[in-house]
Every structure is written in structure tokens, then in C-alpha cells.
């Protein structure tokens, strides 16, 4: 059975940083592709950022690019996402997913995933 479990959002200022988390279990982890998304109410969920684990072939939304880094650490199974020079713009619910292998479709498309985490809140004030 496939889990994908979030950690590490939580209430900032403006530039601070967090460190997001998602504990992958129940497929191989070293040569999936997985991303994170976030969403607001009343908007669809936006891809932030994506990696293919095995050439490491890495996205990143225009919006975050710069300050967002994706990563992992395959002993652990653990997909991260450093977050800095937060802005209140970021302020939504992300969510962890992954599909076991190479992207059917385009990094950004939610239907590229098979599974997803239950999501973390973020929320940034000024």
C-alpha cells in the first residue's frame, strides 16, 4: 500500500524558510518522478515543483524558481522542498505526489500522479 505523508508547513513572516517533508512507503522511491503541488480554496491545485529520481531531472514553476529547491534523500525515501524568501503568495496547502516511474505526462498535470500525500498547511503573513 502506497503512503505518502507530509510534514514540516506551518505559520511564517515574509523571507522566512521552511523545510517541507513527504515520507514515501509502499513502492520503489529511487525511480519515481514526484512532486510537490499546493493549492488555495477556490483554486485548482498548481504544480510548484517536480523531479525524476532517476536522471534527476528537475522543474520548477516560474513563481517559486530561484527560491524553491526540490530534493531527496533515497535511503530515507523522503522528498523535500526548501522553501526561502517565503511571500504571502505562497500561503496555500501543499501536497506531495508520486507516480513509480517516469512521467506519463507534463511534470505540471496532476494526472501525471498516481498517489497523494493528505497536505500540509503553509501559511506566510507580512
Known amino acids: 500500500q502506497v503512503q505518502l505523508v507530509e510534514s514540516g508547513g506551518g505559520s511564517v513572516q515574509v523571507g522566512r524558510s521552511l523545510r517541507l517533508s513527504c515520507v514515501a512507503s509502499g513502492y520503489d522511491f529511487s525511480k519515481a518522478s514526484m512532486g510537490w503541488f499546493r493549492q488555495v480554496p477556490g483554486k485548482s491545485r498548481e504544480a510548484v515543483a517536480s523531479r525524476y529520481f532517476v536522471t534527476n531531472n528537475t522543474h520548477y514553476d516560474a513563481s517559486v524558481e530561484g527560491r524553491f529547491t526540490i530534493s531527496q534523500d533515497l535511503a530515507k525515501n523522503t522528498l523535500y522542498l526548501q522553501m526561502n524568501s517565503l511571500k504571502p503568495e505562497d500561503s496555500a496547502k501543499y501536497y506531495c505526489?508520486?507516480?513509480?516511474?517516469?512521467?506519463?505526462?507534463?511534470?505540471?498535470?496532476?494526472?501525471?500522479?498516481?498517489?497523494w500525500g493528505q497536505g500540509t498547511q503553509v501559511t506566510v503573513s507580512s
Open positions: 505526489a508520486a507516480t513509480p516511474s517516469v512521467y506519463r505526462y507534463f511534470w505540471y498535470r496532476e494526472e501525471t500522479y498516481d498517489y
